[in-house]
């Protein structure tokens, strides 16, 4: 077993780098892997509780036809994921940042952090990964 | 009403997470609204007319998508069931080695020399 940090950068709904982080994240986890994730500036929204799902009215489809699943439900997996798989999932999001976005109702077994904690996990780590916004 | 062309270049952006592409979909609300409106595919966009696209059973622990993304269907129902004429970059999908039996019936292409002929048969256009 080894531990790997991801720091990721983008909001959801913006690009692909955040379904590439959370496929990361789940791929880690799968292998028996401890994961920690810094979420900085826009990714502190991927785990805001507030995100609804939505009906899609351009295919006519109902919110519960559409399942569509959020973010928030995403990183919500992920934690009882690595819970069932005996790992560590250590999520931690940028204080400042979700301060800027008014960003404060988040899923549980998140924490709250500074970029002081991103160095803490660079050291307890085998490798790290940055995705940052380009 | 003033003639709109959307050009769609940023490809696959976020489509995972929004389950279609933003904006076909804007474009389908934009039509629904009674807009005069025709889609251009440029760059990588020019794939969303790929027969051969798949996205299959995707799960983040036991998170999956309810309905993953379609955009060749979204593409053509864009065009069969609110008549928003299609068009793609003839040169964009030589390049990437999209023949046209590759790709679905939807699209009339464009070739880049006639580009700005094309676009000047718009009145607005946005280029996303």
Known sequence: ?134 | MAKILNIVESAYRATIEEQDDTILWFSHMLANAGADIAVLLRGNAVNYLSKGQEVGDLRFGDAGLGNPPRIAEDVAVLRSKKGVPIYYVLEDATQRGLERSSLIDTGEPVAQADLARFVSGYERVFHW
């Open chain 1, 1 to 134: 077993m080894s531990t790997v940090t991801i720091l990721t950068m983008d909001a959801p709904y913006e690009s692909a780098n955040s379904t590439t982080a959370l496929r990361i994240v789940d791929a880690a986890i799968r292998k028996g892997h401890n994961v920690n994730v810094f979420a900085y500036e826009g990714a502190v929204s991927y785990s805001v509780t507030t995100q609804k799902p939505h009906q899609n009215p351009v295919k006519g489809t109902s919110v519960e036809e559409e399942r569509h699943p959020n973010t928030k439900d995403w990183v919500a997996a992920l934690l009882s994921a690595a819970q069932a798989k005996g790992v560590k999932l250590d999520w931690v999001r940028c204080g400042l940042c979700e301060d800027e976005r008014g960003a404060f109702e988040q899923v549980p077994g998140t924490r709250r952090g500074s970029p002081a904690d991103f160095v803490k996990q660079i050291a307890s780590s085998d490798n790290v990964l940055v995705i940052p916004t380009k």
